[in-house]
């Protein structure tokens, strides 16, 4: 499967954005989508994931009251809603798939297909 995504830019802190990650090649359901991000100088960390059928989620728990992620089978596309966005949000943003009905209750890494990033910045 191919992956990518988009919806990044550049907001003020406090602003709002949703990134899409579209799915070509394979039957995204068939897939749990799992969003990445890394910023300048660091690791890639997990963000969050949702199961193949959108029926379950997980999140890193500092962002959970701020992002949201949502998928949408029929258009093979993962969104991910991040709301007041703060400066230490700026990374690159990538999405990862794994195949299978991956069980959604912690972070998943070793992810099977990933995406290219797209660059969000937050300034103050």
């Known amino acids: 499967v191919q992956l990518q995504a988009c919806g990044g830019g550049s907001v003020q802190a406090g602003e709002s954005l949703k990134l899409s990650c579209t799915a070509s090649?394979?039957?995204?359901?068939?897939?749990?989508v799992a969003w990445f991000r890394q910023a300048p100088g660091k690791e890639r960390e997990f963000v969050a994931v949702?199961?193949?059928?959108?029926?379950?989620?997980y999140y890193v728990g500092f962002l959970k009251d701020r992002f949201a992620v949502s998928r949408d089978n029929a258009d093979n596309t993962v969104h991910l809603q991040m709301v007041n966005l703060k400066p230490a949000d700026t990374a690159v943003y990538f999405c990862?798939?794994?195949?299978?009905?991956?069980?959604?209750?912690?972070?998943?890494?070793?992810?099977?297909?990933w995406g290219k990033g797209t660059q969000v910045t937050v300034s103050s």
């Open positions: 090649g394979d039957t995204f359901s068939r897939y749990a």
């Open positions: 990862a798939a794994k195949w299978g009905r991956t069980a959604v209750d912690g972070p998943i890494y070793n992810m099977d297909y």
């Open positions: 949702i199961d193949w059928n959108g029926s379950t989620t």
